[in-house]
């Protein structure tokens, strides 16, 4: 485990470390800064088809509508540092719930928000059941640690529209996360934040289960309530501090079937020292390479900065707009060799380094090329728990 102890009162007992870089399941990836490699997204569901809108047949035991040929499509919420929406539904908090907006493809070809008339049935609801359903949307409620269907019916006939797989999982631990989409190193995952207008996520993780075995995984609650005095909630789960000043912030968390807890927000000043992600970046000859940076307080990735580069004679300001700000593509266009000076800033600290031509590879380092990177993980088990 790595990153900084910290204690979590409120019945989350014990002095924990902050998780390692939790993988989430994601089917598509951007490139690093857009650009080289890939850039790995939170992980949820990306399959937002029905069993019968994937395979393009009635599942077994089951009698379907000719109303929805094309079956349903079933979307989940979106996560603080997802990059793009629209996926399907990541698992569901025990205690916590979530809105499945569901949508289908007309006999024109469109695909619409649901507009027929419809039951949701949740199928004994073992891991997650229905709480209700208005318009296009179901909200469900996490129950067990365990998986059944979602099905969408016809109210007057009973045929099935589409079914899909939803699960349960307990709350684990948490963590906070940037929300536009740096690139973070994984080796020392602890944030901490920048002055002025932050918004800031809250990362729910639990013990999932598939095929394969339990695995640790993005969850979702949006009942999830984010308590900070002087905040405007942006969405389930991120805020936004709109002057954040140097000091700390206590953001009480209480989410799923577990006790309130606080997770410091520590805001600095700048940084003591900034550093390439990389050891010695490298570009191909005659190519293009997005070289990324770090600025650290403390040995702790600042998330928020405004960056300053110049390459090639030219000056670029990446500020909150900009799609991994801490990097900067370097083009060895007409050179097959040698090396290209590039010069970094950020948190009133600068950096210049060389970076090498015709290299056949970026790097071995690695990182994590999102918005979130990890921040002060705090464990939901109490103490008995967690023995």
Known sequence: MVGASVRIPDGFGGTTSALSHVMNRASTYLSRALLTVPLLAPLVACNT??????????????????NTPNGVHFIGNSLADQLFGGLGPAATAIGGTQEVSLEYV????????LNLPYDADDDGGLGVSVVGHSGSIV?????????????????????????????????????????????TPTNRPDLVFA??????????????????????????????????????????????IPSATVGTYPLVVTAGDKPAATMPIEVVAGADAIAPLDAQPTVPANSSASVCFEATSNGRYIYGLTWTFVTNGVTTVNGRDTLSRNCISVSSAGKTSGSIPVTASAGGKTVAINVLVGAAALSTTPITPTSAGTSRNVPTAGDRAAM
């Open 49 to 66: 088809a029905g069993e019968r809108a994937d395979t393009g047949e009635c599942p077994a035991g089951e009698v379907c509508s000719p």
């Open 106 to 113: 007309r006999a024109d070809g469109a695909r619409i928000a």
């Open 139 to 183: 909200t469900v409620k996490g129950a067990r640690s365990r998986s059944n269907y979602l099905r969408i019916t016809d109210p007057a006939t009973g045929e099935l529209y589409d079914r899909y797989m939803l699960t349960g999982a307990a709350l684990k631990s948490m963590r906070l996360v940037g929300t536009s989409f740096e690139v």
């Open 195 to 240: 002055t002025g207008e932050q918004e800031i996520g809250v990362a729910l993780v639990g013990d999932v289960q598939e095929s394969g075995g339990t695995t640790p995984e993005r969850i979702v609650d949006t009942s999830m309530i984010l308590d900070l005095p002087g905040s405007t909630r942006t969405s389930w789960d991120s805020i936004k």
